[in-house]
């Protein structure tokens, strides 16, 4: 039975899809492992969390210092000696160090890959091959590897031989995605006028999400491919090629009509009304995609009659970019008069009691991440509930992004310091025992 006030196909997804239950249920990849050789790269991290939330079993190889990412954190907060972003992205995985750049550490790896399904690794190219371990060698060892290299500009082409890194403000500018992302310059202005107006990069590791995200859903392909056929294979991922693909029309335009897709600060060159607007108390998203909204908009804040709402024919008109300078500051001016909350009540009214009704323009409130993290829907779905970990205590991770109602993606900890596992896992696949470990470990071996 549904509880009260609760429809019955939402109970039927609670009742599935409630991450509480997550741990009694299977993993989609328990069978599945996976090497993640990757270094400097959130990418990699990114891709092997993914794997590893749906159970595979991924053992994190580091150097013996550890991955420079660990160092990697807003204003050097440190968290139990580990910085925040790394933190985000150790979860589920068996961390273990081993030295690539010496042979023995080399020979250590050819027995762990002829156990795993996958490895994953980030190495500029031709690194691997001068290793001896690149796929033309590692599937002699297993036939059945997959292995998945992300890496800035790709395997080959003009650029696979650059020594330029694969980081995230490099792939958000060669992507050409951030060239059109940020304040478009005044008329008869210049960078000394207005320093804000160039092209801004995204908030977040974005380019290396993206990269990761694409090598995530590759690997799951190689892996079907394989169990049809039984063969493995190699992945190439550039991750600022991966970035491109989101940026919309941009090259079809171009391709079709020589046109260069400009930045037009908060306002969108596709459609109006769409953008940000400032409020009392914040900002709102507004959403218009519809002549029927941007009338229902202009209603809803008591302008119908004097911006002649009743007369406009075609949402086209309004789309071009003089037009939307004309009317963003009018709309501003209006969304400056009230809350976030009150415009979002404002919305949901119209839709009920509007002239247009059920139509209505879209109006979501600008969340700060602490807003985010106290939003009952997201709590409820449990995205951002706290997760107990052995070593880090109490954190707040995303999780459960997923909802499954067979094999649910689950948190079993949240990260691990350097080296953490090695005991376990060379005993479990190379059958090395404590005095070995200590060897390699005396050689900078582990």
Known sequence: MAEMG??????????????????????ALDDVTVLDLSYKSYAGC????????????????????????????PYGVLHHGEGLNYLTEGRNKFHITLNLE???????????????????????????????????????????????SITAFGQFGPMSRSRMPDYDNIIQARSGAQYDTGEMMPEGMSYDDCPWAIPTKAGPWIGWVQAGTFMAVGILAALHWRALTGEGQ??????????????????????GAGVISERFGNLNTACWLYCFAPTKDGAVFLGGLRLEMWQAFADMVGKWEEWGAASWQDLAVFSEREEQLKWAPLVFAETRKYTNEELVAMSVDYARNGRLAPITPVVAPVCSPEEAMHDANWLDR???????????????????????????????????????????????????????????REAGVI
């Open 234 to 255: 190699a992945l190439d991922v550039a991750s600022a090629e991966a970035y491109a693909s989101t940026e919309d029309w941009a090259a079809t335009w171009y391709q």
């Open 46 to 73: 990114y891709c092997s969390s993914m794997l590893a939330e749906f159970g595979a079993e991924v053992l994190r190889v580091e150097p013996p210092g550890g991955d420079f990412l660990r160092t990697c954190t």
């Open 6 to 27: 609760e429809p019955a196909w939402e109970h039927w997804a609670r009742e599935r899809n409630d991450p509480k239950a997550a741990r009694l249920k299977a993993e």
């Open 102 to 148: 010496k042979p023995e550490g080399r020979e250590i790896l050819k027995g762990l890959v002829s156990q795993a399904d996958v490895l994953i690794e980030t190495y500029r190219p031709g690194v691997m091959h001068d290793w001896g371990l690149g796929y033309e060698h590692l599937c002699e060892i297993n036939p059945r590897l997959i292995l998945a």
């Open 382 to 440: 449990g995205v951002f509930a706290p997760f107990h970990d052995p070593v880090y205590g109490e954190l707040v991770v995303a999780q459960a992004q997923y909802k499954m109602t067979e094999t649910p993606i689950r948190t079993k900890w949240v990260c691990r310091p350097v080296g953490y596992d090695n005991e376990h896992i060379y005993l479990k696949y190379m059958s090395l025992g404590p005095r070995r470990l200590e060897a390699l």
